[in-house]
């Protein structure tokens, strides 16, 4: 049985935010309107960009400059 992209995105989130740059894993839609994993990164850094996957599981993956989080 195929994961669900939600199942996907569970699965591979703890590995995803231990990547350094990283600061949210999500999900949305990519630039042709299909569900996606959205990686949000703190900066359009290329070493950081490049060591995101282009899919996850057969799920696109696609990664969004949020800029730094924190709480409020």
Do not use: C, F, W
Not at 13 to 26: F, I, K, N, Y
Not at 31 to 57: C, F, Q
């Amino acid at each position: 049985m195929d994961s669900s992209i939600q199942q996907v995105k569970e699965r591979h989130t703890a590995e995803l935010m231990a990547m350094p740059g990283v600061v949210s894993v999500g999900l949305g839609k990519n630039r042709s309107g299909e569900p996606a994993i959205i990686v949000g990164v703190e900066a359009d850094r290329a070493e950081t960009i490049s060591s995101v996957p282009d899919k996850l599981d057969g799920y696109p993956v696609e990664v969004e400059v949020v800029g730094k989080i924190s709480t409020q």
